[in-house]
């Protein structure tokens, strides 16, 4: 197909998909530019033999260049079974730092733009100082950390845990280990439902736990609240209000949603009917929107999600619960990042000996480095999840 030809499937399947999403956004003129880009980006994969991941959150133009679209631990392993020499990682940082830590060196893997700006607000507000000294006053303390994350807070954790998981960890580690605290980190709302989740499978296997056992992370690091800024702004009544609008609808929503804490509370009450709401992952999202018998969805999660679920599944309808609901940091990626990142072999994630401060490790105009030892502790925590769940 030539640039022109994609273009106008592209400007017809946006405006389809993705008009009230990103309006006024994708006009011929720029779907054309766009063409020409994307088969430029696929010229250059083949010839550097590059396998292309790309998150569920980016911009629909990605969704159409990718050689799998997916959420950050799935793409992961995605990549590793691939076997591609090069993987272009179109996301944020720790995603792609993540699928280097589980490719080793049998693989390059690229990140389009620096650190600081495909960042994440979980990582950001995650305070090394504060993690030490909860250690320190919880010598025996164990560490459980949700996937997003960086490498090293991952490297000090005792148990890595996904959004479809983290109750079933925590569960796991208060019963193998009654007496100690369990800190759940970085984000307090899904911390928070799944700590309440963790209780009732330990009340169904016939345990009572101390629930002041598991302390939820929720420390303010200046702008950053322990939590991801996009299902934060989501806010508390978002969902209550979306379901009165839509009340042929179910709602599926990711548990790190402002709303998520309120709602799992509205559930237990029966203010919601459990048949009505969901906490999924991004991937138990298309699954369950397969598979259900509701036609209409409101989706709670980054509205890059409702692009794939409409394409995916068109015979149904998907709702954003908010428009605003866009992560700044996702959206950082774009074609010309990722032709250039193509052209000049840049920014490379590199696995090396010499860093000396595993916090803050290398990073320059052409790399960016992950100390050896805390890529290793890190996929050991992963490794041991795989092992539970
Ligand atoms: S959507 Fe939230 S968790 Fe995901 S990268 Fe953006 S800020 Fe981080």
Not at 44 to 68: C, M, Q, R, T
Not at 342 to 369: A, G, T
Request: net charge negative.
């Amino acid at each position: 197909m030539n640039a022109k030809t994609i273009a106008v499937k592209w400007h017809e399947l946006f405006s389809r998909y993705a008009e009230d999403l990103y309006p006024g956004r994708y006009t011929l003129t720029t779907c054309f530019e766009l063409a020409e880009k994307g088969l430029e980006i696929k010229r250059l994969a083949k010839e550097k033999g590059s396998f292309i991941a790309v998150h569920n959150y980016l911009y629909p133009e990605f969704h159409e260049i990718a050689d799998k679209v997916g959420d950050s631990l799935g793409l992961s392993f995605t990549v590793r079974e691939a076997c591609a020499k090069r993987i272009d990682f179109e996301s944020v940082f720790f995603m792609g730092a993540t699928a280097k830590i589980i490719v080793g060196d049998s693989a390059k893997v690229f990140t389009a733009d620096h650190s600081s700006i495909l960042g994440c607000s979980l990582v950001f507000g995650t305070d090394y100082q504060w993690i030490e000294n909860w250690k320190k006053n919880n010598p025996e303390g164990i560490l459980i950390t949700y996937i997003n994350s960086d490498v090293y807070t991952k490297s000090i954790s005792h148990f890595i845990s996904t959004s479809r998981n983290t109750d079933k960890i925590i569960a796991y580690a208060a019963k193998l280990y009654p007496d100690r605290k369990i800190l759940v980190l970085p984000d307090k709302f899904l911390g928070f439902v799944m700590k309440t989740r963790a209780i009732e499978i330990l009340k169904n296997e016939g345990m009572n736990i101390n629930q002041d056992l598991i302390d939820i992370y929720q420390y303010f690091k200046g702008e950053y609240r322990a939590a991801c800024y996009v299902h934060a702004e989501i806010g508390p009544d978002a969902a209550e209000i979306a379901m009165l609008e839509n009340n042929d609808a179910e709602l599926i929503i990711h548990p790190e949603c402002g709303c998520a804490s309120s709602c799992l509370y509205k559930l237990q009450t029966g203010e919601i009917p459990n048949a009505k709401a969901y906490f999924l992952s991004t991937e138990q999202m298309v699954e369950h929107a397969r598979n259900s018998h509701a036609k209409k969805f409101i989706v709670a999660t980054e509205k890059g999600m409702v692009y794939r679920l409409r394409k995916e599944i068109p015979g149904k309808e998907f709702i954003p619960i908010s428009e605003k609901a866009e992560c700044r940091f996702m959206k950082a990626n774009t074609f010309d990042k990722l032709l250039r990142s193509l052209m000049e072999d840049r920014l490379e994630i590199v696995l090396c000996d010499d860093c000396c401060d595993p916090k803050h490790p290398y990073e320059d105009e052409q790399v960016i480095h992950i100390q050896k030892s805390v890529a290793r502790k890190s996929k050991e925590a992963i490794d041991k999840m795989l092992t539970i769940v």
